[in-house]
């Protein structure tokens, strides 16, 4: 393992842009929903200011514009990634062999809904991995960047944050586990880092490593 450390007692693993390549998927379905609803918002732009975060930051973006999006806004939003995904998403390349060499405990700690991160690990096979061992921003009162998620699934895992390494694709991500005390690993290896720098933008954020290939999983 990097960095000269032991192996951690827990991985926390992000969902999407980790263990499935969802985000270019996600962004294409909030700007169709939200150009139905008269909101102009391109993928890109869409990946730029959401990747990592809760539905609850997207409403947010907007009453910060003063805007309100209709009530049935997210529930549209919702059904349309589901229905997606299931005829869509898959799993990022290697992690299932990542999952099933690897000893160390693990849970998935993600922005999503509790159904959309258990649809995305039921169509790609990645299931059997976690169990329930699920953990979402539905659950905390903050979302990433802060810490509470990750700070909920370690407690909920029993295990230390000092001893707890998360793989993370976004900066709120990377942000949120380094508040909690937790060793971060970027991963950049989803569809939506083709095009952009992203050992840069994660190290930046604080990335104690960042990696490409789940091949490379444990580095050299």
């Known amino acids: 393992m ?15 842009g980790v263990l499935v390549d969802s985000e270019l998927l996600s962004c294409r379905c909030l700007s169709e929903v ?3 609803f008269g909101f102009q918002l391109g993928a890109a732009q869409a990946l730029e200011l959401f990747l990592g975060r809760s539905t609850k930051a997207i409403e947010q973006h907007y009453r910060d514009l003063g805007h309100t999006l209709p009530d049935d806004f997210l529930p549209r939003l919702k059904a349309r990634v589901l229905e997606t995904f299931a005829g869509a998403l898959q799993p990022i390349p290697g992690v299932d062999t990542v999952l099933s ?4 405990p693990r849970c998935v700690a993600s922005s999503s ?35 509470d998620l990750f700070l909920h699934a370690a407690g909920k895992m029993q295990t230390d944050p000092a001893r707890t390494l998360v793989i993370e694709d976004s900066i709120s991500g990377v942000q949120a586990a380094k508040a909690a005390g937790m060793m971060v690993w970027g991963f950049v290896g989803g569809g939506h880092y083709r095009a952009r720098d992203g050992r840069a933008i994660l190290s930046a954020a604080g990335a ?8 490379d999983f444990w580095g050299a």
Do not use: N, W
């Open 208 to 215: 104690d490593r960042v990696f490409a290939r789940m091949s």
């Open 2 to 16: 990097d960095q000269g450390r032991p192996r951690p007692d827990l991985i926390i693993f992000d969902c999407d």
């Open 34 to 36: 939200l150009a139905e």
């Open 101 to 104: 060499e690897s000893e160390t």
């Open 113 to 147: 809904d509790l159904d959309r991160v258990s649809l995305s690990l039921d169509v790609t096979g990645l299931a059997p991995h976690f169990g329930g061992r699920l953990y979402t921003a539905q659950m905390v009162r903050h979302g990433k960047p802060a810490p």
